[in-house]
C-alpha cells in the first residue's frame, strides 16, 4: 500500500543538526511533491516547505530559510530533511507528507498520504 | 501569510449528534482549503480536500462546504471513532497554512 515511513525519534544538542528520513513506497516516488510538516506538542501543523523529487527543486518557508534543507535519492525512494543550528524551539515531531495536486497550479494541493511522524527533541 | 481561524476551538459532543466546525480565511483563498482529523500520538489524516470532496475511504458522514473565506467541516451523526482534533490547511499560497484546530471531546 502507499505509504512513507520515516526514521526514529533524535534528541540533539543546542546548536546541532539532525537529518530525517522519509523512505516511500506503493507509488511512484518522483511523482509527487514531498511536504514537511511539523507539530509542536499542544500546537497546530507548521509547513516547513516543498521538495519536487523529479527535478531536486525546493522551496522552504521564510521562517526556515537558510536552517534547512531537502534532499532526495531517487534510487531508493527517500527524501530527507536536515535542519541545523538546533534550538529548544525546535522541539517537535517532524512529518512528511505526500502532495497531491487539487490543481494544475503547483502547491495547490492536499496532503494525502503522511509518515508517522519523527519525534525530534532539542535539550541541554 | 494567509490566516485560517477555526472555530470553536473545542466543543463537547454526544454519539449521534451533529457536528459543524467552521474555518475563516484571512482572505479570498477560492476552495484551496482541505480538512485532517489528527488523534493523539498518530498524523493527520486528510478528510475533504478542495472544499468539498470527500478523500476516498472516508465515511459519508463527514462533508465540507464553503468558497471564498468561509468553510465547514460537517460531521451528520458523530461516532465513537470521531472524537479527535479536526485542522483546515489552506494551499491557494504559500506558505501553506494550518487552523488552530478544533478539538471535538466527549459530552
Known amino acids: 500500500q502507499v505509504q512513507l515511513v520515516q526514521s526514529g525519534a533524535e534528541v540533539k544538542k543546542p546548536g546541532a543538526s539532525v537529518k530525517v528520513s522519509c523512505r516511500a513506497s506503493?507509488?511512484?516516488?518522483?511523482?509527487?511533491?514531498i511536504i514537511w510538516v511539523r507539530q509542536a506538542t499542544g500546537k497546530g501543523p507548521e509547513w516547513m516547505g516543498w521538495m519536487n523529487p523529479n527535478s531536486g527543486t525546493t522551496g522552504y518557508a521564510q521562517k526556515f530559510q537558510g536552517s534547512v534543507a531537502f534532499t532526495r535519492d531517487t534510487s531508493i525512494s527517500t527524501a530527507y530533511m536536515e535542519l541545523s543550528s538546533l534550538r529548544s524551539e525546535d522541539t517537535a515531531v517532524y512529518y512528511c507528507?505526500?502532495?497531491?495536486?487539487?490543481?494544475?497550479?503547483?502547491?495547490?494541493?492536499?496532503?494525502?498520504?503522511w509518515g508517522q511522524g519523527t519525534t525530534v527533541t532539542v535539550s541541554s | 501569510d494567509i490566516q485560517l481561524t477555526q472555530s470553536p476551538p473545542s466543543l463537547s459532543a454526544s454519539v449521534g449528534d451533529r457536528v459543524t466546525i467552521t474555518c475563516r480565511a484571512g482572505?479570498?483563498?477560492?476552495?484551496?482549503l482541505n480538512w485532517y482529523q489528527q488523534k493523539p500520538g498518530k498524523a493527520p489524516r486528510l478528510l475533504i480536500y478542495a472544499a468539498s470532496s470527500l478523500e476516498s475511504g472516508v465515511p459519508s458522514r463527514f462533508s465540507g462546504s464553503g468558497s471564498g473565506t468561509d468553510f465547514t467541516l460537517t460531521i451528520s451523526s458523530l461516532q465513537p471513532e470521531d472524537f479527535a482534533t479536526y485542522y483546515c490547511?489552506?494551499?491557494?499560497?504559500?506558505?501553506?497554512?494550518f487552523g488552530g484546530g478544533t478539538k471535538v471531546e466527549i459530552k
Open positions: 490547511q489552506q494551499s491557494y499560497g504559500t506558505p501553506l497554512t
Open positions: 507528507a505526500r502532495g497531491r495536486a487539487i490543481s494544475i497550479i503547483r502547491l495547490q494541493i492536499c496532503l494525502d498520504v
Open positions: 482572505r479570498s483563498i477560492s476552495g484551496y
Open positions: 506503493g507509488y511512484t516516488f518522483t511523482d509527487y511533491d
